[in-house]
């Protein structure tokens, strides 16, 4: 099956950045068969997407909340989608996951809830 790792969580402080990844194991071609979104799983709020990116050309879609701060990419060599996070806010902390869909959307549905695989999480502290 496909599998999603996630990484590059850590502490931040507010206007810093990081730089996630989120690594597809399997064939190219099976990984970019599916729109990769990312979620937030905030302490004690509910999961929200935040950032999503099609199967094609690579069409992109952003929570209000996140836009023209987020970007998220694609490496096709590496079978990895990356979100860079810049000037982070103490709002922007909780575990990140990436997910698979494989129903795709053009643009991607940045708060489709529904995904065929997930990845484990990684987190992500925005503090002084």
């Known amino acids: 099956q496909l599998r999603l790792v996630e990484s590059g969580g850590g502490y931040v402080q507010p206007g810093g950045s990081l730089r996630l990844a989120c690594a597809g194991s399997?064939?190219?071609?099976?990984?970019?068969?599916?729109?990769i979104h990312w979620f937030r799983h905030a302490p004690g709020k509910a999961r929200v997407g935040v950032a999503c990116?099609?199967?094609?050309?690579?069409?992109?879609n952003y929570a209000v909340s996140v836009e023209g701060r987020f970007t998220i990419s694609r490496d096709d060599a590496k079978t990895t989608v990356y979100l860079q996070m810049n000037n982070l806010k103490l709002e922007d902390t909780g575990a990140y996951f990436c997910a698979a869909n494989g129903h795709s959307s053009y643009p991607c549905e940045v708060d489709r809830a529904a995904m065929d695989y997930w990845g484990q999480g990684t987190e992500v502290t925005v503090s002084y």
């Open positions: 399997g064939f190219t071609l099976d990984y970019y068969a599916y729109d």
């Open positions: 990116i099609t199967n094609r050309v690579g069409s992109t």
